[in-house]
T-cell receptor, first 118, second 112 residues
Framework: AQTVTQSQPEMSVQEAETVTLSCTYD???????LFWYKQPPSRQMILVIRQEAYKQQNATENRFSVNFQKAAKSFSLKISDSQLGDTAMYFC???????????????FGKGTKLSVKP | DVKVTQSSRYLVKRTGEKVFLECVQDMDHENMFWYRQDPGLGLRLIYFSYDVKMKEKGDIPEGYSVSREKKERFSLILESASTNQTSMYLC???????????FGPGTRLTVT
């Protein structure tokens, strides 16, 4: 069975600074996806960034980037130039890649509550 | 844009009541999911469905059932609500063969 661990329940960062959220996972699968989802206060969960396990290059989406270490089973999220709107719960998630049809289900970590302070 | 809507943002029910939580998506997605979100526990999968009238148990199906009579609608049913089912319930949809899940706004259910 796969597990996802986020060891930082809460973090804070000053506006315009950089913060890194940690995530480790455990799996025996070789083909999978990793995700970071963002849940702002009282708003819908949205996908921030994804990483395919077969890709060595780390994914980047504007101010968001990941450090994917497959051997170490580590998948951290770096937020650069933090903005007040980045305040949210961040969930790391794992999905097994299933061939020939539906993708696998998402397995979530417990979340990290990030507060961006002015 | 994909839109996933849930019938209520907040719901208060009494112990023993039958509770229906409705989820509707407008993107013709095959896959739909129900999660439960609790502080310190993250999101846990209750049930999912890969097609109309099909359902599969997730990690915590006890005390819940689901119904999917139409492709766009996925209902979560609490047959006899209990206080330990007080939680935030999130619905999601996903195109078959694609990775991204799209979430609804959630229903915060309180059982008293």
């Amino acid at each position: 069975a796969q597990t996802v661990t986020q060891s930082q329940p809460e973090m804070s960062v000053q506006e315009a600074e950089t913060v890194t959220l940690s995530c480790t996972y455990d799996t025996s699968e070789n083909n999978y996806y990793l995700f970071w989802y963002k849940q702002p206060p009282s708003r819908q969960m949205i996908l921030v960034i994804r990483q395919e396990a077969y890709k060595q290059q780390n994914a980047t989406e504007n101010r968001f980037s990941v450090n994917f270490q497959k051997a170490a089973k580590s998948f951290s999220l770096k937020i650069s130039d933090s903005q007040l709107g980045d305040t949210a719960m961040y969930f790391c998630a794992f999905m097994k890649h299933v061939y020939g049809g539906s993708q696998g289900n998402l397995i979530f970590g417990k979340g990290t509550k990030l507060s961006v302070k002015p | 844009d994909v839109k996933v809507t849930q019938s209520s943002r907040y719901l208060v029910k009494r112990t023993g009541e039958k509770v229906f939580l409705e989820c509707v998506q407008d993107m013709d997605h095959e896959n739909m999911f129900w999660y439960r979100q609790d502080p310190g526990l993250g999101l846990r999968l209750i049930y999912f469905s890969y097609d109309v009238k099909m359902k599969e148990k997730g990690d915590i199906p006890e005390g819940y059932s689901v119904s999917r009579e139409k492709k766009e609608r996925f209902s979560l049913i609490l047959e006899s609500a209990s206080t330990n089912q007080t939680s935030m319930y999130l619905c999601a949809s996903q195109e078959q063969g694609w990775y991204e899940q799209y979430f609804g706004p959630g229903t915060r259910l309180t059982v008293t």
